[in-house]
């Protein structure tokens, strides 16, 4: 059956933890991670909950593939309602520590109430307790892993940890694992630091049992790892340039969103994407990209290692930044990057690393310093209250951002609130460029129609993970359709949200969906399961799903009003590129959407989808 079968539910208020059995009915129906997370937090809590209060609880979920031989088997989630945005919130990470805690036993944590005073959770095997954590207090992700590891004395102790960024409760804060992969969207750190809970440190020495058809499973996962060896994208691409590959062809097809998307291509593209990152510097010779590097499990490795030039300004008296770390992806390089029209490779990772080092999401990070430097340039904000000059391009500018905002100082307390309370303070709410609260990713929806509608019903703010249509309008993957129009859109954007639930659910990475569709993962979950996972049943899973976390959203207060689209996409053409004279065409798919997810006219569910879908 593949599921560990136990729950580990933790309530800092009192200072307890205690073992539960699995709802098997539950991950049946759910089958693991964002599933059968979102499930156990949806009927446990109330929707309209602070999201910073003790009432708020987290959940780190695994899947039923997460810890086996099944590519990209190292993933977790971490369930919770999001500060930034209000909606639910499912946080998805690679790296080592979602094995670690299947290989311990055990399928999810559940986090409820607040600790009084800092503490973190260590789990070995069986064994969890609270242990004080004062002295991690006020430590990055780096030092805390480190310390963990030392007083354990153990080097393969798995840390889940944030940094300042979430102890100031930072609305877009990170949860990191293995130094540099995280659990980055939605403001998830910002809740765990709400609970004084600084990490969980996790030993798992049992392995990955329950496998229902053992010979079964290990053919068809051989099998299914040839089709992602053989792959253009997972073989070839994503190896040899990770996500960055992307850069200088979102560019060319003018869906770049450049300078918070005044503009949709950026001259700079070349001198930060994947060919950049490739190419020896002048400064001392040495290429900026150390290596790439896979997570549990991963047959793909598209995880990029880096060392910034020493003599870069950002690190000339920084020697603690020297060492390789963990490099750009094309989402934090477009953020920190064309976002702001800055095109100083060496700054953006310095930028990248601080995100790491202090957990902060790089993306509503980069978006909203794309939000002050337009405010700056209109003369709304002033050097006196940013401290620093920041024209668009400055990549001084970005650097003291990072700074501060990780730190907790002067402004950087006002960013650190994100883009959409930033710009509403100062008077230009339409300057945010996100959705629910939540910044976008690195697409312009006026170039890549598809993704607008992906961004505007995204049940965790605007989001490309949720429904990847550039795959299909860009890549032509599995189908090519048309970038430039809205037909079709809506039935693309649902299959991908569906499909992609159940890729999240399984515990694998959506990245093996460049080459495998539901069918190929149908026969592993059904391997490792149970025969009752057919094809039509993992479909529905993946709807289901869907469905639950926009009930949640219709509860907490969401209403078909927040499935749109800031006016500059809606109402401003792009002035470049083959979308030029272009506008995101929302309210032509919007309608065809709700009535094809049997939605009301609300974009509340019906009472027959309600039944069909068991929710």
């Given at each position: 059956m593949s599921w560990a079968g136990k729950i580990l539910r933790v309530n800092l208020t009192n200072g307890t933890v205690a073992s539960e059995p699995l709802r098997m009915d539950w991950a049946r129906q759910y089958l693991g991670s964002r599933g059968l997370g979102t499930k156990y937090l949806v009927e446990e809590m109330d929707a309209t909950v602070d999201p910073l209060s003790p009432d708020n609880k987290m959940i780190w979920c695994t899947g039923p593939l997460t810890g086996t031989m099944a590519s990209t088997g190292g993933r977790y989630t971490v369930i919770t309602k999001g500060p930034l945005t209000g909606a639910i919130a499912c946080s998805n990470s690679g790296g080592y520590w979602g094995s670690e805690l299947k290989a311990a036993g055990w399928d999810m944590v559940i986090v409820e109430g607040a600790s009084a005073k800092p503490v973190y959770l260590y789990i070995n095997d069986d064994v969890a307790e609270l242990r004080d954590a004062s002295h991690l207090w006020g430590k990055s992700v780096w030092e805390t892993e480190e310390s963990l590891k030392k007083s354990h004395q153990d080097p393969l102790l798995r840390i889940s940890t944030i940094g300042l960024a979430g102890e100031n409760k930072v609305l877009f804060s990170a949860i990191v694992n293995d130094l540099h992969r995280a659990a980055g969207r939605s403001g998830v750190g910002a809740v765990m630091g709400s609970k004084n809970l600084k990490a969980v440190a996790v030993r798992g020495t049992k392995g990955v049992g329950n496998i229902a058809n053992p010979k079964e499973f290990m053919k068809v996962t051989f099998e299914k790892k040839k089709i992602l060896h053989d792959n253009a994208v997972t073989g070839a691409g994503l190896p040899t340039y990770g996500t960055q590959v992307l850069m200088s062809v979102i560019n060319e097809i003018g869906a770049l969103p450049t300078r918070n998307h005044r503009d949709v291509q950026f001259?700079?593209?070349?001198?930060?994407?994947?060919?950049?990152?490739?190419?020896?510097?002048?400064?001392?010779?040495?290429?900026?990209?150390?290596?790439?590097?896979?997570?549990?499990?991963?047959?793909?490795?598209?995880?990029?290692?880096?060392?910034?030039d020493k003599t870069h300004f950002t690190v000339e008296n920084k020697p603690k930044y020297w060492g390789a770390s963990g490099g750009l992806e094309y989402e934090a390089a477009w953020a920190l990057g064309a976002a702001n029209g800055v095109n100083d490779l060496e700054a953006l990772q310095y930028a990248n690393v601080l995100c790491n080092e202090q957990g902060m999401d790089p993306i509503s990070f980069g978006a909203t310093i794309g939000a002050v430097m337009e405010l700056y340039e209109m003369g709304v904000l002033t050097k006196e209250q940013l401290g620093i000059d920041a024209k668009f391009g400055d990549a001084r500018a970005l650097a003291h951002f990072a700074e501060i905002t990780a730190r907790g100082e002067g402004f950087g307390v006002e960013i650190g609130q994100g883009s959409a309370r930033l710009c509403k303070k100062y008077g230009h709410p339409d300057l945010s460029m996100s959705v629910k609260g939540q910044e976008f990713p690195a697409y312009d929806s006026r170039g890549v129609q598809g993704m607008g509608l992906t961004y505007a019903t995204s049940?965790?703010?605007a989001c490309h993970l949720r429904s990847y249509t550039i795959a299909s309008e860009v890549l032509g993957i599995p189908v090519k359709t048309d970038p430039l129009t809205a037909d079709g859109k809506p039935e693309l954007v649902m299959a991908f949200q569906d499909a992609t639930a159940a890729f999240d659910a399984a515990g694998i990475c959506i990245f093996t969906s460049f080459a495998w569709t539901l069918a190929d993962v149908q026969p592993q979950v059904?391997?490792?399961?149970?025969?009752?996972?057919?094809?039509?049943?993992?479909?529905?899973?993946?709807?289901?799903?869907?469905?639950?976390?926009?009930?949640?959203?219709?509860?907490?207060?969401?209403?078909?009003?927040?499935?749109?689209?800031?006016?500059?996409?809606?109402?401003?053409?792009?002035q470049t590129g083959p979308a030029k004279g272009l506008v995101n065409k929302l309210p032509e798919m919007l309608p065809k959407y709700y009535e094809i997810r049997g939605w009301d006219t609300e974009g509340r569910l019906k009472p027959e989808t309600r039944e069909r879908l068991g929710l």
């Amino acid at each position: 059956m593949s599921w560990a079968g136990k729950i580990l539910r933790v309530n800092l208020t009192n200072g307890t933890v205690a073992s539960e059995p699995l709802r098997m009915d539950w991950a049946r129906q759910y089958l693991g991670s964002r599933g059968l997370g979102t499930k156990y937090l949806v009927e446990e809590m109330d929707a309209t909950v602070d999201p910073l209060s003790p009432d708020n609880k987290m959940i780190w979920c695994t899947g039923p593939l997460t810890g086996t031989m099944a590519s990209t088997g190292g993933r977790y989630t971490v369930i919770t309602k999001g500060p930034l945005t209000g909606a639910i919130a499912c946080s998805n990470s690679g790296g080592y520590w979602g094995s670690e805690l299947k290989a311990a036993g055990w399928d999810m944590v559940i986090v409820e109430g607040a600790s009084a005073k800092p503490v973190y959770l260590y789990i070995n095997d069986d064994v969890a307790e609270l242990r004080d954590a004062s002295h991690l207090w006020g430590k990055s992700v780096w030092e805390t892993e480190e310390s963990l590891k030392k007083s354990h004395q153990d080097p393969l102790l798995r840390i889940s940890t944030i940094g300042l960024a979430g102890e100031n409760k930072v609305l877009f804060s990170a949860i990191v694992n293995d130094l540099h992969r995280a659990a980055g969207r939605s403001g998830v750190g910002a809740v765990m630091g709400s609970k004084n809970l600084k990490a969980v440190a996790v030993r798992g020495t049992k392995g990955v049992g329950n496998i229902a058809n053992p010979k079964e499973f290990m053919k068809v996962t051989f099998e299914k790892k040839k089709i992602l060896h053989d792959n253009a994208v997972t073989g070839a691409g994503l190896p040899t340039y990770g996500t960055q590959v992307l850069m200088s062809v979102i560019n060319e097809i003018g869906a770049l969103p450049t300078r918070n998307h005044r503009d949709v291509q950026f001259e700079g593209a070349k001198d930060i994407g994947a060919e950049a990152m490739a190419t020896p510097r002048a400064t001392d010779g040495k290429k900026h990209l150390v290596t790439n590097q896979a997570c549990f499990g991963c047959t793909i490795a598209c995880g990029r290692i880096s060392k910034i030039d020493k003599t870069h300004f950002t690190v000339e008296n920084k020697p603690k930044y020297w060492g390789a770390s963990g490099g750009l992806e094309y989402e934090a390089a477009w953020a920190l990057g064309a976002a702001n029209g800055v095109n100083d490779l060496e700054a953006l990772q310095y930028a990248n690393v601080l995100c790491n080092e202090q957990g902060m999401d790089p993306i509503s990070f980069g978006a909203t310093i794309g939000a002050v430097m337009e405010l700056y340039e209109m003369g709304v904000l002033t050097k006196e209250q940013l401290g620093i000059d920041a024209k668009f391009g400055d990549a001084r500018a970005l650097a003291h951002f990072a700074e501060i905002t990780a730190r907790g100082e002067g402004f950087g307390v006002e960013i650190g609130q994100g883009s959409a309370r930033l710009c509403k303070k100062y008077g230009h709410p339409d300057l945010s460029m996100s959705v629910k609260g939540q910044e976008f990713p690195a697409y312009d929806s006026r170039g890549v129609q598809g993704m607008g509608l992906t961004y505007a019903t995204s049940n965790r703010g605007a989001c490309h993970l949720r429904s990847y249509t550039i795959a299909s309008e860009v890549l032509g993957i599995p189908v090519k359709t048309d970038p430039l129009t809205a037909d079709g859109k809506p039935e693309l954007v649902m299959a991908f949200q569906d499909a992609t639930a159940a890729f999240d659910a399984a515990g694998i990475c959506i990245f093996t969906s460049f080459a495998w569709t539901l069918a190929d993962v149908q026969p592993q979950v059904a391997a490792a399961c149970g025969e009752e996972f057919t094809l039509e049943n993992l479909n529905q899973i993946g709807e289901r799903i869907w469905n639950m976390e926009r009930d949640f959203n219709n509860r907490a207060g969401f209403t078909a009003k927040d499935d749109t689209l800031p006016k500059r996409l809606l109402e401003e053409p792009a002035q470049t590129g083959p979308a030029k004279g272009l506008v995101n065409k929302l309210p032509e798919m919007l309608p065809k959407y709700y009535e094809i997810r049997g939605w009301d006219t609300e974009g509340r569910l019906k009472p027959e989808t309600r039944e069909r879908l068991g929710l």
